[in-house]
C-alpha cells in the first residue's frame, strides 16, 4: 500500500536517535537563511526610516541582546512555511500563494492585535508590514 511505502521510506531517512529528517532540517534552515536576508534588506534598507519614524522609542537600541528571539521568529516562521506552503505543493506557484496566504495571516495577526492593543503602533505600519509579511512568505515559499 501506498501509506506503507511512505512509512518505510520514513524509517530508512530518519535517524533513531534523533528523529529528524534532515532533508526537511536543511529545508528548514535554508528558509531561516532566506526569510533572514530578505527581512534584513526590508528593514535594514530599505524601510528602516519608515518604521523609525513610526515606531520611535518602541524600537530596540541594541537587537543583539535579543538575538535569540528573532532566530525563534525566524525558525518559527520557516517551519510554517515548510508545513503550510510546501507541503503537498506541486507546483512553484501553489507553493508561493500558499506562503502568501501565511503570511497574510501571521503578519495580519500580529500587526493588527498591536494596533489594536498598543497605542503607539500605526496603521501605516499595520498595512505596511502585512503586505511585506505576505510578499515576503510568498517568496520564500516559491
Known amino acids: 500500500s501506498k501509506r506503507g511505502a511512505e512509512y518505510k521510506k520514513y524509517i530508512e531517512t530518519t535517524s533513531a536517535l534523533l528523529p529528524i529528517q534532515f532533508s526537511k532540517?536543511?529545508?528548514?534552515?535554508?528558509l531561516m537563511v532566506a526569510l533572514i536576508l530578505l527581512d534584513g534588506l526590508w528593514l535594514g534598507l530599505a524601510m528602516k526610516n519608515f518604521y523609525a519614524l513610526r515606531l520611535g522609542t518602541l524600537l530596540r537600541d541594541n537587537w543583539l541582546e535579543v538575538v535569540w528571539a528573532i532566530l525563534f521568529v525566524y525558525?518559527?516562521?520557516?517551519?510554517?512555511?515548510?508545513?503550510?506552503?510546501?507541503?503537498?505543493?506541486?507546483?512553484?506557484?501553489?507553493?508561493?500563494?500558499?506562503?502568501?496566504?501565511?503570511?497574510?495571516?501571521?503578519?495580519?495577526?500580529?500587526?493588527?492585535?498591536?494596533?489594536?492593543?498598543?497605542?503607539?503602533?500605526?496603521?501605516?505600519?499595520?498595512?505596511?508590514?502585512?503586505?511585506?509579511?505576505?510578499?515576503?512568505?510568498?517568496?520564500?515559499?516559491?
Open 75 to 142: 525558525f518559527f516562521l520557516a517551519v510554517g512555511v515548510q508545513f503550510f506552503a510546501l507541503r503537498n505543493s506541486k507546483l512553484r506557484s501553489e507553493a508561493a500563494f500558499k506562503g502568501a496566504v501565511l503570511g497574510l495571516c501571521v503578519y495580519g495577526v500580529y500587526d493588527f492585535t498591536n494596533l489594536a492593543l498598543l497605542k503607539n503602533w500605526s496603521s501605516e505600519v499595520a498595512f505596511a508590514d502585512v503586505v511585506w509579511g505576505t510578499f515576503l512568505c510568498s517568496m520564500a515559499s516559491a
Open 25 to 30: 532540517l536543511f529545508v528548514t534552515l535554508f
